[in-house]
């Protein structure tokens, strides 16, 4: 324990500290706590810090705060720590926070007044609640009343609901809500409404004992208990009504701020009324009675219609009109007594002024004479053993003698409407259980306590010791069950205070003893009891400072009584001649009822006046009990007394349900709570002593697998165990070392309290160290992921910086070096310029210069040349005489060199010539240089000739060079003679140059005036031109602003049509499915009457036909497997209805049946006028397409002409494909390679042979016909001129004649005769016959029709494989010209896909032909087998007859093709109208759809109905298909009436029922539903009867079906909804387990046995599989999915927003999953496009709601535009529910809710808080026709039809 308790008490620990303001206030410990301190250091929440001393005695520490995710819990039994702190607390948050009103507290359901009308208490909240396990909603009064109405039925026994609380806190309320539930779930077992009897009570109860108090604007002023009565099938039957304590007083006196009853104020505000003119009323204002207390009038409250309302409360308990006024006057003779002036004759006694209008005005209402009346209303009689006293009354004693009778009349009418509304709320059926409500006043205590608080305390001790008592006796019930030790709990016995008030020798007995004696006084009394108790009883007290006084120690609390006028109360006596002069009255019945019993009566009728003390008492009289004369004198107290042990007698024979209702403060202050009355009134109620008996023993229970799934966190692996309760036993001895903290149960693991918080926040720190550890992990990551973010980033913001200033560097750059170049190229221009102004000086200058010393260095080139001439000559000849004394002497000296090695080789030679060899080579030798030089002396001879003819040359062209230069000189003294000449001219050209140069300047000036004045010309007009030009601009934009306004008002016209026209058509629809929902719901409505009415006749048929032997009626729910009655008694019945309908009549409640007949005949027009209204808007939505369409065909009117064009186009195209079809015919005969199927194959040929023959045939049919004809009208003139008379007269021969000929072998007969006819001459014809020819005429037609239809069909054939052979032509020559815009690459892989395409699509075609020449084949065989058979049969018969067999084999054999007519099945039924029975039965009544649905063709019934409809038709005949209509509709409301319970009988009826309307509309020869039909078909059209309003009944009968079919799925997926969508954990491990209270809700852990989301989508699956076997149609199939959707998320939703444990995060995500996988359903089914999911779109947001943040403005702002599907309740209701399932989530503050709150003020929407699942969209039946031709059908011999003809 202590360390447990240094473990709790830890610093940031959270405790509560007492406190004088809030009576508890938190606190947080700034330290840790140790053993030895004596105090804690504590800081309140407003941070002020605190030194909180601790009791050094008990050492006891203060109480410690729940964890957060505890607060707020829906069971106060829930909570870890059961104090009062931690319940005021949890009520608070709830109250104030979550705004709810109720809270469990173990088997007490805590209800806390919000001063304000909140919308949970309508039927769908009832609906809701109803079924439900008390623990699995929110705490709720129809949790209560659910779980009583439960237990009546499941245990057998009587339940009771006590309601208890003070004045204000909302008993009634609680206690009418109750009831109401009670009427709505349990209905009532007859038609008298039995249910609306009970609640009819509560206005009257109301009016009549309610009325405004300081604390309570409509306070009982008494007590009830209300017994409400069931039968064996648990529908009420009727009510009883017990009173306790009426408030009487109230009607002579009221405080300030407080009214009388209310009856008397809704007369007053209906005085105007002329039934109430008699009573003389005015204003409330005018009567002391009413005006006391200053307050006549209640906010909010309309006093005139609550008086019809009660009115009508009356009516309906069977109070009559006549009654009623006498109430009324009643009631107002009181408010006149009370006007009634009494004044002071002497000191002893008083008058009444004569003519007292008030007083008049009273006997005249109550028919009594004025004058006794105010003789006794002054005086009273004595009475002594002798004589009889008149003694005059003092005027005080004689006003409250008068207010006295005033009370007595109330009291007395107040039991006289009682007990009539008991008689009416009495039945005759037998009681089996009842229910009883009891609505008493709890606990009070004042400044000064008189005998009414005595009395109520009192009744309060006894209902808390047994509360007290069934509480104790629960808890040990619980541990005997779950096996624990039993150990007495020490609990409050409140046995002493209720003995020393009852007990022998108690406070009443000491009262009734002093009531007894002749001078008995109140301090008599008050001694008595001190001598008695003073000294024995510890609970009896004397106050100090006075005698008069006593004390005693409640259960809640002390309270001091004061002894004045305790004597009086208990006597309650009134003067009894003023009861004698009503009772004389003889005009006025009902006074004298009220007073006839009141001798007998047990109770005292009066009460003598006292002056102490706040109300005044009375009881009403115990009517069951035997009185005598003893009995009629017992006190107030006595029969307080005993009808208090009668009521506890019938609460402890019966299982009590508490109610506490608690008043949150005195100001009627809305959802305003105040601590301190709080807290007294739950001391005083109980609640505290549930919670202090539940702490004292095992308050905390857990099942072990839901601690398992909670504290699993706590376990290591190796501690968890397959056995779940042996794991949680070892957990539990590590974690918890006391083993007086827990218990182990059966089931449940117990804990005491504070176990739980302890384990709570041992998980909690478990949780958050791995929290921790996860943050820290993902912080790390985060962090690093940010920082590899912003590395990136800074890299990312580097790289671009770097670029920029890269490229404005680059900029810089390649200005400068721009500016540069610029630069260069400016200064080279200047430079340019400068250096060509002296280049062009320097070259005039140069010019002259340069050809100055040309000339000069001429001349001297001139003589250089010369004297070089000469030079060269000279030197030449020098030269070479130089080179010729060279040259000589050279070879001289050559010579001689030369001879001396001659010499000396010569002497050599000789020495070697003297050999031979040597000789030999030298002569060898010697003759190739001879021969060399030969040639050499050949070359130099050939290179000296050259030299010679060059030296010619240059001799020659050196003299012609000297000839030229001769030339030239002379030329240059020419030219110089010419320059001499032209320098004289020079001169003369300068001069006029210089002339030339003046006239060029001017010439220059005037150009340059001219060209200025051009410029500005130009400027000019270019100027203008702009100007022209600005302004055609302008003018072209407004032009062009123009048209665009032009164009954009027109599509906004054009818009603003559309959407018009969209809107009104948009409201004709919704008007349309509102008006088509209004009368579906009409329709049912009619048929629950229908049905109504049909078993109050089969009733009392029953009834009247008992005696009578067969005709006795089963009834349909003793055997379900039986037949119903043959419709033989059914139309017996209907026979004799006239002759039992007087009988019956007799034996009904006659208003009953009149009000039945009203409300079918108000139904029945209403039902006409909503069809013509229907009827209207369909004819207004027709006429506004038709105008939508006269508009469309108005802007249409340019592309009709187009289209007309268009046309026209194509009938040349027709007649093309005309021309191409018979070129396609000569090409498929030309190609017949092709292959064996293709065109132009055998099998192709045949067939065009056969389409050739049969135009053929046409044409010779044609031929026939027109000779037929023609025969055919000379035969009519021979007949009309031959017998005039008598055709006239007589029925024509032509049709008996044609009518004849109906045999199949004349027919044939008349066709052979008549081939022959046309093959044989003209003159060997036969005289026909006029019927002959009318048949064959007939005949051939029909033969004409057929061959036409054949060859359309050829013709229809051919043109349809053109037309694909052209679309082919067309979509190759388009690849052509896609491919040729492709590059080569491209088109290649284009081309080969294309010719792989091409080549795919072949194949498939070559296959598909294959296998239609396959079946061909296989159908060839068949036809060859028959033929032969039939060839072989006619060759037996042949062979027979022959002559010669010769002749078969010389005649040629020619393969002839004759048709063999037989007689077609046309598609109808025959049946005789004895057999119409029999095929209802066996059709529809004896029908297994299971069978028919698996084994033959969907809709077989409705399609054999109407088969046999159609032959009625065709027969032309009424009556048969009247009643065939009839007896099938009849029949099947009875099937579904037997079998609406099985879903595949509905949903099989249903299909059938639909397929019957659509083949009415089919076949009802209306173009608009022929438009898919065949001509087949449409031959099978009606033809004689228009059956339009009976396919309007039928459909009516559809619709009745769908509801039905949609009740019957609703039952089925009703128990799924909230286990599968919401309570079953499909995500496992994401929900958390909260701990639980006393009030265990339902497991979210799926156990064997429980639904699951699987369980829902097997369920749909099997909805669908089965309506796809019947048939149904796919738009209907739709339909009903979005229905079955609606209902999961309707339901869903409700629930989420009734149970407070299910809004948490988690929860959400489970509920999103959910919805996913109904969505994947949908999907698979192919249903995403029926509006399904969009029913689910608020169930989707509330579980968004649950899911997304909820704390900034931006959140709210997210949520208003998020949850558009949901209404604002719905949203504030989610956000209040939110209940964090871990301590990680946060709350939603109250602040936030306010915040949507505003958010969402503007939205327009209703304020219901729950959806209607009982809403069921109206149904349509779009028109679905049938392929199915009627002449296939074939029936199945098991339906037992064979009595059917096919016709």
Request: net charge positive; aromatic share 8%; charged share 30%.
């Given at each position: 324990?202590?360390?447990?308790?240094?473990?709790?008490?830890?610093?940031?620990?959270?405790?509560?500290?007492?406190?004088?303001?809030?009576?508890?206030?938190?606190?947080?410990?700034?330290?840790?706590?140790?053993?030895?301190?004596?105090?804690?250091?504590?800081?309140?929440?407003?941070?002020?810090?605190?030194?909180?001393?601790?009791?050094?005695?008990?050492?006891?520490?203060?109480?410690?705060?729940?964890?957060?995710?505890?607060?707020?819990?829906?069971?106060?039994?829930?909570?870890?720590?059961?104090?009062?702190?931690?319940?005021?607390?949890?009520?608070?948050?709830?109250?104030?926070?979550?705004?709810?009103?109720?809270?469990?507290?173990?088997?007490?359901?805590?209800?806390?007044?919000?001063?304000?009308?909140?919308?949970?208490?309508?039927?769908?909240?009832?609906?809701?609640?109803?079924?439900?396990?008390?623990?699995?909603?929110?705490?709720?009064?129809?949790?209560?009343?659910?779980?009583?109405?439960?237990?009546?039925?499941?245990?057998?026994?009587?339940?009771?609901?006590?309601?208890?609380?003070?004045?204000?806190?909302?008993?009634?309320?609680?206690?009418?809500?109750?009831?109401?539930?009670?009427?709505?779930?349990?209905?009532?077992?007859?038609?008298?409404?039995?249910?609306?009897?009970?609640?009819?009570?509560?206005?009257?109860?109301?009016?009549?004992?309610?009325?405004?108090?300081?604390?309570?604007?409509?306070?009982?002023?008494?007590?009830?208990?209300?017994?409400?009565?069931?039968?064996?099938?648990?529908?009420?039957?009727?009510?009883?009504?017990?009173?306790?304590?009426?408030?009487?007083?109230?009607?002579?006196?009221?405080?300030?701020?407080?009214?009388?009853?209310?009856?008397?104020?809704?007369?007053?505000?209906?005085?105007?009324?002329?039934?109430?003119?008699?009573?003389?009323?005015?204003?409330?204002?005018?009567?002391?009675?009413?005006?006391?207390?200053?307050?006549?009038?209640?906010?909010?409250?309309?006093?005139?219609?609550?008086?019809?309302?009660?009115?009508?409360?009356?009516?309906?308990?069977?109070?009559?009109?006549?009654?009623?006024?006498?109430?009324?006057?009643?009631?107002?003779?009181?408010?006149?007594?009370?006007?009634?002036?009494?004044?002071?004759?002497?000191?002893?006694?008083?008058?009444?002024?004569?003519?007292?209008?008030?007083?008049?005005?009273?006997?005249?209402?109550?028919?009594?004479?004025?004058?006794?009346?105010?003789?006794?209303?002054?005086?009273?009689?004595?009475?002594?053993?002798?004589?009889?006293?008149i003694k005059p009354l003092p005027r005080l004693q004689a006003t409250n003698a008068r207010d006295a009778l005033s009370k007595h009349i109330y009291a007395k009418l107040f039991s006289w409407i009682v007990e009539h509304v008991n008689k009416a709320l009495v039945t005759n059926v037998k009681q089996h259980s009842f229910i009883g409500v009891l609505d008493i006043y709890g606990f009070e205590t004042f400044?000064?306590?008189?005998?009414?608080?005595?009395?109520?305390?009192?009744?309060?001790?006894?209902?808390?010791?047994?509360?007290?008592?069934?509480?104790?006796?629960?808890?040990?019930?619980?541990?005997?069950?779950?096996?624990?030790?039993?150990?007495?709990?020490?609990?409050?016995?409140?046995?002493?205070?209720?003995?020393?008030?009852?007990?022998?020798?108690?406070?009443?007995?000491?009262?009734?003893?002093?009531?007894?004696?002749?001078?008995?006084?109140?301090?008599?009394?008050?001694?008595?009891?001190?001598?008695?108790?003073?000294?024995?009883?510890?609970?009896?007290?004397?106050?100090?400072?006075?005698?008069?006084?006593?004390?005693?120690?409640?259960?809640?609390?002390?309270?001091?009584?004061?002894?004045?006028?305790?004597?009086?109360?208990?006597?309650?006596?009134?003067?009894?001649?003023?009861?004698?002069?009503?009772?004389?009255?003889?005009?006025?019945?009902?006074?004298?009822?009220?007073?006839?019993?009141?001798?007998?009566?047990?109770?005292?009728?009066?009460?003598?006046?006292?002056?102490?003390?706040?109300?005044?008492?009375?009881?009403?009289?115990?009517?069951?009990?035997?009185?005598?004369?003893?009995?009629?004198?017992?006190?107030?107290?006595?029969?307080?007394?005993?009808?208090?042990?009668?009521?506890?007698?019938?609460?402890?024979?019966?299982?009590?349900?508490?109610?506490?209702?608690?008043?949150?403060?005195?100001?009627?202050?809305?959802?305003?709570?105040?601590?301190?009355?709080?807290?007294?009134?739950?001391?005083?109620?109980?609640?505290?002593?549930?919670?202090?008996?539940?702490?004292?023993?095992?308050?905390?229970?857990?099942?072990?697998?839901?601690?398992?799934?909670?504290?699993?966190?706590?376990?290591?692996?190796?501690?968890?165990?397959?056995?779940?309760?042996?794991?949680?036993?070892?957990?539990?001895?590590?974690?918890?070392?006391?083993?007086?903290?827990?218990?182990?149960?059966?089931?449940?693991?117990?804990?005491?309290?504070?176990?739980?918080?302890?384990?709570?926040?041992?998980?909690?720190?478990?949780?958050?160290?791995?929290?921790?550890?996860?943050?820290?992990?993902?912080?790390?990551?985060?962090?690093?992921?940010?920082?590899?973010?912003?590395?990136?980033?800074?890299?990312?913001?580097?790289?671009?910086?770097?670029?920029?200033?890269?490229?404005?560097?680059?900029?810089?750059?390649?200005?400068?070096?721009?500016?540069?170049?610029?630069?260069?190229?400016?200064?080279?221009?200047?430079?340019?310029?400068?250096?060509?102004?002296?280049?062009?000086?320097?070259?005039?200058?140069?010019?002259?210069?340069?050809?100055?010393?040309?000339?000069?260095?001429?001349?001297?080139?001139?003589?250089?040349?010369?004297?070089?001439?000469?030079?060269?000559?000279?030197?030449?000849?020098?030269?070479?005489?130089?080179?010729?004394?060279?040259?000589?002497?050279?070879?001289?000296?050559?010579?001689?060199?030369?001879?001396?090695?001659?010499?000396?080789?010569?002497?050599?030679?000789?020495?070697?010539?003297?050999?031979?060899?040597?000789?030999?080579?030298?002569?060898?030798?010697?003759?190739?240089?001879?021969?060399?030089?030969?040639?050499?002396?050949?070359?130099?001879?050939?290179?000296?000739?050259?030299?010679?003819?060059?030296?010619?040359?240059?001799?020659?062209?050196?003299?012609?060079?000297?000839?030229?230069?001769?030339?030239?000189?002379?030329?240059?003294?020419?030219?110089?003679?010419?320059?001499?000449?032209?320098?004289?001219?020079?001169?003369?050209?300068?001069?006029?140059?210089?002339?030339?140069?003046?006239?060029?300047?001017?010439?220059?000036?005037?150009?340059?005036?001219?060209?200025?004045?051009?410029?500005?010309?130009?400027?000019?007009?270019?100027?203008?031109?702009?100007?022209?030009?600005?302004?055609?601009?302008?003018?072209?934009?407004?032009?062009?602003?123009?048209?665009?306004?032009?164009?954009?008002?027109?599509?906004?016209?054009?818009?603003?049509?559309?959407?018009?026209?969209?809107?009104?058509?948009?409201?004709?629809?919704?008007?349309?499915?509102?008006?088509?929902?209004?009368?579906?719901?009409?329709?049912?409505?009619?048929?629950?009457?229908?049905?109504?009415?049909?078993?109050?006749?089969?009733?009392?048929?029953?009834?009247?036909?008992?005696?009578?032997?067969?005709?006795?009626?089963?009834?349909?729910?003793?055997?379900?497997?039986?037949?119903?009655?043959?419709?033989?008694?059914?139309?017996?019945?209907?026979?004799?209805?006239?002759?039992?309908?007087?009988?019956?009549?007799?034996?009904?409640?006659?208003?009953?049946?009149?009000?039945?007949?009203?409300?079918?005949?108000?139904?029945?027009?209403?039902?006409?006028?909503?069809?013509?209204?229907?009827?209207?808007?369909?004819?207004?939505?027709?006429?506004?397409?038709?105008?939508?369409?006269?508009?469309?065909?108005?802007?249409?009117?340019?592309?009709?002409?187009?289209?007309?064009?268009?046309?026209?186009?194509?009938?040349?195209?027709?007649?093309?494909?005309?021309?191409?079809?018979?070129?396609?015919?000569?090409?498929?005969?030309?190609?017949?390679?092709?292959?064996?199927?293709?065109?132009?194959?055998?099998?192709?040929?045949?067939?065009?042979?056969?389409?050739?023959?049969?135009?053929?045939?046409?044409?010779?049919?044609?031929?026939?016909?027109?000779?037929?004809?023609?025969?055919?009208?000379?035969?009519?003139?021979?007949?009309?001129?031959?017998?005039?008379?008598?055709?006239?007269?007589?029925?024509?021969?032509?049709?008996?004649?044609?009518?004849?000929?109906?045999?199949?072998?004349?027919?044939?007969?008349?066709?052979?005769?008549?081939?022959?006819?046309?093959?044989?001459?003209?003159?060997?014809?036969?005289?026909?016959?006029?019927?002959?020819?009318?048949?064959?005429?007939?005949?051939?037609?029909?033969?004409?029709?057929?061959?036409?239809?054949?060859?359309?069909?050829?013709?229809?054939?051919?043109?349809?494989?053109?037309?694909?052979?052209?679309?082919?032509?067309?979509?190759?020559?388009?690849?052509?010209?896609?491919?040729?815009?492709?590059?080569?690459?491209?088109?290649?892989?284009?081309?080969?896909?294309?010719?792989?395409?091409?080549?795919?699509?072949?194949?498939?075609?070559?296959?598909?032909?294959?296998?239609?020449?396959?079946?061909?084949?296989?159908?060839?065989?068949?036809?060859?087998?028959?033929?032969?058979?039939?060839?072989?049969?006619?060759?037996?018969?042949?062979?027979?007859?022959?002559?010669?067999?010769?002749?078969?084999?010389?005649?040629?054999?020619?393969?002839?093709?004759?048709?063999?007519?037989?007689?077609?099945?046309?598609?109808?039924?025959?049946?005789?109208?004895?057999?119409?029975?029999?095929?209802?039965?066996?059709?529809?009544?004896?029908?297994?759809?299971?069978?028919?649905?698996?084994?033959?063709?969907?809709?077989?019934?409705?399609?054999?109905?109407?088969?046999?409809?159609?032959?009625?038709?065709?027969?032309?005949?009424?009556?048969?298909?009247?009643?065939?209509?009839?007896?099938?509709?009849?029949?099947?409301?009875?099937?579904?009436?037997?079998?609406?319970?099985?879903?595949?009988?509905?949903?099989?009826?249903?299909?059938?029922?639909?397929?019957?309307?659509?083949?009415?509309?089919?076949?009802?020869?209306?173009?608009?539903?022929?438009?898919?039909?065949?001509?087949?078909?449409?031959?099978?059209?009606?033809?004689?009867?228009?059956?339009?309003?009976?396919?309007?009944?039928?459909?009516?009968?559809?619709?009745?079906?769908?509801?039905?079919?949609?009740?019957?799925?609703?039952?089925?997926?009703?128990?799924?909804?909230?286990?599968?969508?919401?309570?079953?954990?499909?995500?496992?491990?994401?929900?958390?387990?909260?701990?639980?209270?006393?009030?265990?809700?339902?497991?979210?852990?799926?156990?064997?046995?429980?639904?699951?989301?699987?369980?829902?989508?097997?369920?749909?699956?099997?909805?669908?599989?089965?309506?796809?076997?019947?048939?149904?149609?796919?738009?209907?199939?739709?339909?009903?999915?979005?229905?079955?959707?609606?209902?999961?998320?309707?339901?869903?939703?409700?629930?989420?927003?009734?149970?407070?444990?299910?809004?948490?995060?988690?929860?959400?995500?489970?509920?999103?999953?959910?919805?996913?996988?109904?969505?994947?359903?949908?999907?698979?089914?192919?249903?995403?496009?029926?509006?399904?999911?969009?029913?689910?779109?608020?169930?989707?947001?509330?579980?968004?709601?649950?899911?997304?943040?909820?704390?900034?403005?931006?959140?709210?702002?997210?949520?208003?535009?998020?949850?558009?599907?949901?209404?604002?309740?719905?949203?504030?209701?989610?956000?209040?529910?939110?209940?964090?399932?871990?301590?990680?989530?946060?709350?939603?503050?109250?602040?936030?809710?306010?915040?949507?709150?505003?958010?969402?003020?503007?939205?327009?929407?209703?304020?219901?808080?729950?959806?209607?699942?009982?809403?069921?969209?109206?149904?349509?039946?779009?028109?679905?026709?049938?392929?199915?031709?009627?002449?296939?059908?074939?029936?199945?011999?098991?339906?037992?039809?064979?009595?059917?003809?096919?016709?």
């Open positions: 324990m202590n360390r447990e308790l240094e473990y709790m008490f830890v610093q940031s620990a959270r405790v509560w500290i007492p406190d004088a303001e809030e009576v508890w206030k938190s606190a947080e410990l700034a330290k840790d706590y140790k053993n030895d301190d004596a105090s804690l250091q504590l800081m309140l929440e407003d941070g002020t810090t605190i030194d909180h001393k601790l009791d050094p005695k008990t050492k006891n520490l203060p109480y410690l705060r729940n964890p957060d995710i505890l607060v707020g819990e829906n069971d106060l039994t829930a909570l870890s720590y059961l104090h009062e702190p931690a319940v005021l607390h949890n009520l608070k948050v709830r109250f104030i926070d979550s705004k709810l009103i109720y809270t469990y507290c173990g088997i007490v359901l805590v209800a806390i007044n919000p001063y304000e009308t909140l919308p949970i208490y309508g039927t769908d909240i009832i609906n809701a609640y109803s079924g439900q396990n008390m623990g699995d909603m929110d705490p709720h009064i129809f949790a209560v009343a659910e779980e009583a109405y439960k237990q009546m039925a499941r245990d057998e026994r009587n339940q009771s609901i006590i309601v208890s609380g003070e004045s204000g806190a909302g008993k009634t309320v609680s206690a009418k809500y109750a009831m109401r539930y009670f009427a709505t779930v349990s209905g009532s077992a007859s038609e008298a409404n039995v249910e609306e009897k009970v609640l009819a009570s509560n206005p009257i109860m109301e009016a009549i004992g309610n009325a405004k108090t300081t604390r309570n604007d409509n306070s009982s002023r008494f007590g009830k208990y209300i017994e409400i009565g069931f039968d064996n099938r648990y529908r009420i039957i009727g009510a009883n009504m017990r009173t306790y304590l009426l408030e009487k007083s109230r009607v002579v006196f009221q405080a300030d701020e407080e009214r009388n009853y209310h009856i008397f104020y809704q007369l007053c505000a209906s005085a105007n009324q002329p039934e109430f003119k008699n009573l003389r009323l005015s204003t409330a204002n005018d009567f002391l009675y009413t005006r006391q207390g200053r307050s006549p009038v209640i906010e909010g409250i309309d006093d005139a219609k609550e008086l019809r309302t009660t009115r009508h409360a009356f009516t309906l308990l069977g109070i009559n009109e006549s009654y009623q006024i006498g109430l009324f006057q009643v009631l107002a003779a009181i408010l006149h007594l009370g006007n009634v002036e009494i004044k002071d004759r002497d000191s002893d006694s008083s008058l009444i002024a004569p003519n007292n209008r008030h007083l008049t005005a009273f006997c005249e209402l109550v028919g009594v004479t004025y004058q006794d009346m105010s003789q006794w209303l002054c005086h009273r009689k004595l009475k002594t053993a002798t004589e009889t006293y400044e000064i306590n008189s005998f009414e608080q005595f009395c109520i305390n009192y009744a309060n001790e006894k209902l808390q010791q047994q509360f007290n008592m069934h509480v104790f006796k629960l808890e040990q019930e619980e541990y005997m069950k779950e096996q624990i030790p039993w150990t007495l709990i020490d609990f409050y016995d409140n046995q002493p205070c209720i003995n020393l008030i009852e007990a022998k020798m108690g406070i009443l007995d000491l009262l009734d003893e002093e009531c007894k004696m002749p001078k008995g006084s109140d301090d008599s009394w008050a001694q008595k009891l001190y001598n008695t108790h003073l000294k024995t009883c510890s609970l009896f007290e004397k106050p100090r400072m006075s005698n008069r006084a006593f004390i005693i120690q409640h259960f809640a609390d002390k309270v001091e009584y004061q002894c004045e006028g305790f004597l009086e109360k208990n006597k309650d006596t009134v003067n009894e001649e003023q009861i004698h002069v009503l009772k004389a009255s003889k005009k006025f019945d009902l006074l004298v009822e009220l007073f006839q019993d009141e001798e007998k009566a047990t109770t005292p009728t009066g009460q003598v006046p006292g002056t102490g003390g706040r109300t005044r008492l009375s009881i009403k009289p115990d009517k069951g009990r035997d009185t005598s004369s003893k009995e009629h004198k017992k006190t107030v107290g006595c029969q307080f007394r005993n009808s208090l042990q009668m009521l506890m007698e019938t609460l402890n024979a019966t299982t009590p349900h508490y109610v506490r209702c608690i008043k949150p403060n005195d100001f009627k202050l809305a959802f305003s709570f105040d601590p301190k009355r709080a807290v007294q009134q739950l001391r005083a109620c109980g609640v505290l002593e549930t919670i202090r008996i539940s702490a004292a023993g095992f308050p905390s229970r857990w099942t072990y697998q839901e601690f398992f799934s909670r504290y699993r966190v706590l376990m290591k692996q190796k501690d968890v165990l397959p056995d779940r309760k042996l794991t949680c036993k070892n957990v539990l001895e590590k974690l918890v070392q006391d083993q007086d903290k827990y218990q182990f149960g059966k089931t449940k693991i117990f804990f005491r309290a504070g176990q739980v918080a302890y384990l709570e926040k041992l998980r909690a720190d478990k949780l958050r160290a791995a929290c921790i550890r996860i943050q820290k992990t993902i912080r790390c990551w985060l962090a690093r992921k940010k920082y590899l973010r912003q590395r990136s980033a800074a890299i990312t913001i580097q790289r671009f910086t770097r670029g920029y200033q890269a490229r404005c560097l680059a900029k810089f750059m390649r200005r400068t070096q721009a500016a540069t170049i610029i630069q260069k190229y400016q200064r080279m221009c200047v430079e340019r310029k400068r250096f060509r102004q002296k280049q062009a000086a320097a070259l005039a200058m140069q010019t002259i210069l340069r050809a100055y010393m040309a000339r000069q260095k001429y001349q001297a080139l001139l003589r250089e040349h010369k004297a070089v001439i000469i030079q060269k000559h000279v030197r030449g000849w020098l030269a070479r005489c130089w080179y010729k004394r060279c040259l000589e002497a050279i070879v001289y000296l050559q010579c001689c060199i030369r001879r001396m090695r001659a010499k000396r080789e010569l002497k050599k030679l000789k020495i070697e010539a003297r050999s031979v060899e040597h000789f030999k080579k030298l002569n060898k030798g010697m003759e190739n240089k001879i021969m060399q030089l030969q040639r050499k002396i050949d070359e130099q001879n050939k290179d000296n000739r050259v030299i010679s003819e060059r030296l010619v040359s240059l001799e020659s062209s050196y003299a012609s060079e000297s000839e030229r230069m001769r030339g030239e000189l002379g030329r240059l003294r020419g030219v110089e003679e010419d320059a001499k000449n032209k320098t004289n001219q020079v001169s003369s050209l300068l001069e006029e140059l210089e002339k030339l140069r003046k006239e060029l300047s001017v010439t220059q000036q005037e150009k340059k005036t001219i060209e200025d004045w051009a410029q500005k010309y130009r400027d000019e007009m270019e100027k203008m031109v702009s100007e022209l030009k600005d302004q055609n601009g302008l003018l072209k934009k407004e032009k062009d602003d123009l048209n665009r306004m032009i164009q954009e008002q027109s599509q906004q016209m054009t818009e603003k049509m559309t959407r018009a026209i969209a809107q009104e058509t948009q409201q004709l629809e919704t008007d349309l499915n509102e008006e088509r929902s209004r009368y579906q719901n009409l329709l049912t409505e009619h048929l629950r009457l229908e049905e109504k009415y049909d078993d109050l006749k089969e009733e009392l048929a029953h009834s009247t036909n008992v005696s009578k032997p067969g005709h006795r009626r089963t009834d349909s729910t003793h055997s379900s497997n039986e037949s119903e009655y043959t419709y033989n008694s059914e139309y017996a019945e209907l026979e004799d209805g006239s002759r039992v309908g007087e009988d019956v009549t007799r034996g009904m409640d006659t208003s009953l049946t009149l009000k039945l007949q009203k409300r079918v005949t108000e139904l029945e027009q209403e039902k006409q006028s909503l069809r013509n209204e229907l009827e209207n808007r369909e004819e207004q939505f027709q006429r506004a397409r038709a105008r939508d369409d006269a508009q469309f065909r108005k802007a249409r009117g340019a592309e009709l002409e187009y289209e007309s064009l268009k046309r026209q186009e194509l009938e040349s195209e027709n007649k093309k494909l005309r021309h191409d079809l018979a070129e396609m015919r000569q090409s498929l005969l030309g190609g017949a390679a092709a292959g064996a199927g293709a065109p132009g194959s055998p099998a192709y040929k045949v067939l065009l042979d056969q389409l050739n023959a049969s135009c053929e045939e046409l044409e010779v049919r044609k031929e026939e016909v027109l000779i037929l004809r023609s025969q055919l009208v000379s035969q009519k003139e021979a007949v009309h001129h031959k017998d005039e008379k008598e055709t006239m007269t007589e029925p024509s021969v032509f049709a008996q004649d044609v009518n004849k000929l109906k045999d199949a072998d004349e027919l044939k007969q008349a066709y052979v005769g008549l081939k022959d006819t046309n093959r044989s001459p003209r003159s060997v014809r036969p005289a026909l016959e006029v019927s002959d020819l009318l048949s064959r005429l007939r005949l051939l037609e029909q033969q004409l029709q057929a061959q036409r239809r054949t060859y359309d069909s050829e013709v229809e054939s051919l043109r349809g494989e053109l037309q694909n052979v052209k679309e082919e032509n067309n979509r190759q020559q388009q690849l052509l010209a896609q491919n040729l815009q492709l590059p080569p690459e491209a088109r290649i892989e284009a081309s080969l896909q294309h010719e792989i395409t091409r080549l795919t699509n072949e194949n498939l075609d070559l296959m598909e032909q294959l296998e239609k020449q396959d079946r061909t084949i296989r159908k060839l065989k068949k036809q060859l087998k028959v033929y032969s058979k039939r060839i072989g049969e006619m060759g037996a018969g042949h062979t027979e007859g022959q002559t010669s067999p010769g002749q078969m084999v010389e005649e040629p054999i020619h393969p002839v093709n004759i048709p063999r007519r037989e007689k077609d099945f046309q598609g109808m039924l025959e049946y005789k109208k004895e057999d119409e029975m029999k095929l209802v039965k066996n059709l529809i009544l004896e029908l297994k759809p299971r069978g028919v649905a698996v084994n033959l063709i969907p809709g077989l019934p409705a399609y054999i109905l109407f088969m046999c409809l159609r032959h009625a038709d065709y027969v032309n005949d009424d009556q048969k298909v009247r009643t065939l209509l009839t007896s099938t509709i009849n029949s099947i409301k009875k099937i579904l009436k037997k079998r609406g319970d099985d879903f595949e009988t509905v949903s099989f009826w249903l299909a059938n029922t639909c397929r019957f309307l659509h083949c009415l509309k089919q076949y009802s020869g209306d173009e608009a539903f022929m438009k898919h039909n065949t001509s087949r078909q449409n031959e099978h059209c009606l033809s004689n009867f228009d059956l339009a309003e009976y396919r309007q009944v039928i459909s009516d009968l559809a619709i009745q079906i769908y509801q039905q079919l949609v009740k019957c799925m609703e039952n089925i997926l009703q128990p799924m909804i909230v286990s599968g969508m919401l309570e079953h954990e499909t995500i496992q491990g994401v929900s958390g387990v909260k701990p639980t209270g006393l009030r265990k809700r339902t497991s979210s852990i799926a156990d064997e046995g429980t639904y699951t989301l699987d369980s829902i989508l097997r369920q749909l699956s099997a909805f669908h599989s089965t309506m796809c076997q019947h048939g149904t149609d796919p738009e209907l199939i739709k339909q009903v999915v979005k229905q079955l959707f609606y209902i999961i998320g309707a339901v869903t939703l409700n629930n989420l927003l009734l149970r407070k444990d299910m809004c948490s995060w988690s929860k959400g995500m489970q509920i999103r999953y959910n919805v996913s996988q109904l969505e994947e359903w949908l999907r698979d089914k192919g249903l995403m496009n029926c509006g399904a999911k969009e029913t689910l779109e608020p169930l989707i947001q509330a579980a968004q709601l649950l899911q997304v943040k909820k704390k900034t403005d931006e959140d709210a702002e997210a949520i208003c535009s998020m949850c558009h599907a949901l209404t604002t309740a719905q949203i504030v209701k989610v956000l209040n529910l939110y209940t964090p399932v871990n301590e990680f989530e946060e709350r939603v503050s109250v602040a936030f809710i306010r915040t949507i709150q505003t958010r969402l003020r503007d939205r327009c929407e209703s304020p219901q808080l729950l959806m209607d699942t009982k809403m069921i969209y109206p149904v349509t039946f779009p028109f679905s026709p049938s392929s199915l031709a009627l002449e296939t059908i074939q029936i199945p011999t098991s339906l037992n039809l064979s009595f059917l003809t096919r016709v």
